[in-house]
């Protein structure tokens, strides 16, 4: 007679386990719950919370109880503003670092969108630059009707091409995508629905019913053929992704140190609108555009 020990190591853990800083991991019956809790950042990304989430994505992808991933921020004023730009001023010194805070990021997302299982982002708040690429990696959204997305990326010295600029032309249209991109206005959440950009708006009462009822109906489908679903529908955003991403991560390190990125972070930390007359001023003369201190070194 044989005897069968289960010494499986391919499964979920508790979420209690896990003593996370940066973010609340939940598990409640077939649903998991990733809260990015940095309220006092509005939930603004640092590398804990790429870390951590990298580690609760592992645990909800190998979790076999787990049938669908919720991913929201703590409170009502964000979900997600992007990357914390008090962190991200140490790469300006050391661009080498911020590729390796890069890769990191890359993770995330690649985990996110290849859970092998449904997932709602739920946009409890604002959606600002790298938050709105964290909803655009999920495969569903359901919005507060007093939110807003936005991306900043040309207003505040970046490039959002970690997801937006390869999603943004396949969800919203190449036309909105690039008035998404380069003009950088807030896009009230009616008009991102009517746009694509999140699939219901609901009266931020009523966020967690929509929330409950989604999920409801993603957990009454089969498990095998939904991962499958996910995997043919990622072909156009994997290809954009892959062909663009690691390119993507070697430009952001390289130019963290140009004037335009030290510009944009001053400005911000100044709380002022960085000086987009002085940067166009020094390509047009000539003056030393490339160099932050205005001389080319000897």
């Not at 950042?41 to 669908?68: H, P």
């Not at 495969?139 to 937006?164: E, K, N, Q």
């Not at 699939?199 to 489908?221: C, F």
């Amino acid at each position: 007679m044989r005897h069968f020990v289960n010494n499986r190591q391919y499964i979920g853990k508790d979420a209690n386990q896990f003593n996370f800083e940066f973010i609340r991991y939940e598990k409640a019956g077939p649903r998991a719950t990733i809260t990015i809790h940095r309220p006092q950042v509005l939930n603004a990304v640092n590398f804990g919370v790429l870390s951590e989430m990298n580690l609760a994505l592992k645990d909800a992808s190998w979790d076999d109880a787990i049938a669908v991933l919720v991913l929201t921020g703590a409170g009502e004023r964000a979900f997600c503003t992007g990357a914390d730009l008090d962190e991200q001023q140490q790469f300006l010194e050391r661009p080498r670092d911020y590729w390796k805070w890069m890769g990191e990021f890359i993770e995330c997302h690649e985990r996110l969108r290849n859970l092998g299982k449904p997932t709602l982002a739920r946009l409890n708040g604002i959606v600002v630059g790298g938050g709105n690429e964290f909803n655009l990696s999920c495969d569903l959204a359901v919005a507060a009707d007093d939110i807003y997305i936005r991306h900043v990326g040309t207003s505040h010295g970046s490039v959002a091409l970690a997801g937006a600029t390869q999603f943004l032309p396949l969800i919203v249209g190449e036309r909105r995508a690039r008035e998404i991109l380069l003009l950088n206005e807030e896009i009230p959440a009616q008009r991102a629905l009517e746009w694509g950009l999140v699939n219901w708006v609901t009266p931020r009462a009523e966020l967690d019913a929509k929330v409950d009822e989604i999920v409801e109906k993603l957990v009454n489908k089969f498990p095998e053929k939904t991962r499958y679903t996910k995997q043919q529908l990622n072909f156009w955003r994997d290809l954009s992704w892959h062909l663009t991403i690691g390119h993507g991560r070697e430009w952001l390190a390289i130019h963290n140190t140009s004037p335009e990125t030290w510009e944009g972070v001053r400005a911000f930390n100044q709380k002022r609108a960085p000086n987009y007359a002085e940067i166009r001023r020094r390509w047009a003369e000539d003056d030393a555009p490339e160099w932050l201190s205005g001389e080319k070194p000897q």
